[in-house]
């Protein structure tokens, strides 16, 4: 396992799946894999994203990422629609390996009355990662 504390920026919220979230300016949420998963998953080849369009709950599997030791799911951290993929990511799955934090995967516009208070903030996910060190 890594030893090393992995990067996690403070503006952002992340999930216990390792998603980060960041709000944008038009009111929509860019996720993407932190760098703590990105490292456990090793060089990424494939990364299928989800449809523009689609409905997504908290903890839906809404896509995969396929690396040299596994296929894993993506998971919206959120409940909303998906409103846009990164079409840069699924074309060259290395901007994730290289930088993880610029990569986002999707965004998605929260469902009326949702919100992204229930994620943890980099404190939070930095115990979390630090606990599965």
Same mark, same amino acid.
């Given at each position: 396992m890594e ?5 996690v920026?403070a503006?952002l919220?992340?999930?216990? %799946?390792?998603e980060?979230?960041r709000?944008?300016? /038009?009111g929509t ?5 932190t760098d703590?998963?990105v490292? $456990?998953l ?7 994203? @989800?449809?523009v ?7 839906d599997?809404?896509g995969?990422? %396929?690396s040299?030791k596994? #296929?894993?799911?993506?998971?919206? @951290?959120?409940?909303?629609?998906i #409103?846009e #993929?990164n ?6 799955? %290395?901007?994730l390996n290289?930088?993880p934090y ?5 965004k ?7 919100s992204?208070?229930n ?7 930095t115990?979390?990662i630090? $606990?599965? /060190?």
């Open positions: 030893n090393s504390v992995s990067n920026p503006g919220k992340y999930s216990n %799946e390792h980060w979230v709000a944008e300016t /038009d949420l860019s996720v993407g894999l703590f998963a490292k $456990q090793g060089e990424i080849m494939t990364v299928e994203l @989800p449809q369009g689609g409905d997504v709950y908290a903890s599997g809404v995969t990422v %396929e040299v596994a #296929v894993t799911e993506i998971y919206s @951290p959120v409940t909303g629609t #409103v #993929v079409p840069d990511v699924s074309d060259d799955p %290395e901007k290289s930088d610029g990569a986002w995967l999707f998605v516009r929260l469902a009326k009355g949702e992204a208070d994620l943890l903030d980099a404190a939070a996910y115990r979390l630090e $606990q599965a /060190d």
